[in-house]
T-cell receptor, first 119, second 113 residues
């Protein structure tokens, strides 16, 4: 079974600074997807960024980027120019495509990192 | 696109009562997932459907839990009888084909007293 580990329960960053959240995972699969989700106090789960394991290029979405190290099974999230609205729980998640169809299947989540952005 | 719609947003019920949570996925999404979030266990998958057919229900805790998807635009998660340990936030999510990630609903906070 796949596992996802987020070793930083809480982090804090000042507004406009950069912060990196760590995530490691364990799998024997070669083809999979990785995600970062954000959960603000409203509790809505919001997709931040995704990475396909077969792509070497790191995904980027505006101020959010990842450092995907497949051999090390590491998938960290970098938030640049942090804003107060980035305050939230951040969850790393892993998806192995369905064995028969290669399509969507279950997301396995880490335990989350609570990020606080301060003035 | 209104996103994934869940109802109710909050539910408080007494132990032993039946609880029904509802979900309307995004039109055109082939997959629907039910997740439960608690402080102790985090986010855990209960069941998911593909084209209205249950694919994996191994996460359903026990026979008190049941889920249905009678058509592509509606799903229910029922707990009968409810117990205090069922108190959690229940999320519904939907997804198109492939690994594009889910879109989650706003969740239902269930409290069983």
């Amino acid at each position: 079974a796949q596992t996802v580990t987020q070793s930083q329960p809480e982090m804090s960053v000042q507004e406009a600074e950069t912060v990196t959240l760590s995530c490691t995972y364990d799998t024997s699969e070669n083809n999979y997807y990785l995600f970062w989700y954000k959960q603000p106090p409203s509790r809505q789960m919001i997709l931040v960024i995704r990475q396909e394991a077969y792509k070497q290029q790191n995904a980027t979405e505006n101020r959010f980027s990842v450092n995907f190290q497949k051999a090390a099974k590491s998938f960290s999230l970098k938030i640049s120019d942090s804003q107060l609205g980035d305050t939230a729980m951040y969850f790393c998640a892993f998806m192995k495509p369905h064995a028969n169809t290669g399509t969507a299947s279950k997301l396995t989540f880490g335990t989350g990192t609570r990020l606080q952005v301060t003035l | 696109d209104a996103g994934v719609i869940q109802s109710p947003r909050h539910e408080v019920t007494e132990m032993g009562q039946e609880v029904t949570l509802r979900c309307k996925p995004i039109s055109g999404h082939d997959y629907l997932f039910w997740y439960r979030q608690t402080m102790m266990r985090g986010l855990e998958l209960l069941i998911y459907f593909n084209n209205n057919v249950p694919i994996d229900d191994s996460g359903m805790p026990e026979d008190r839990f049941s889920a249905k998807m009678p058509n592509a635009s509606f799903s229910t998660l029922k707990i009968q009888p409810s117990e205090p340990r069922d108190s959690a936030v229940y999320f519904c999510a939907s997804s198109p084909q492939g690994g594009r990630g889910y879109t989650f609903g706003s969740g239902t906070r269930l409290t069983v007293v």
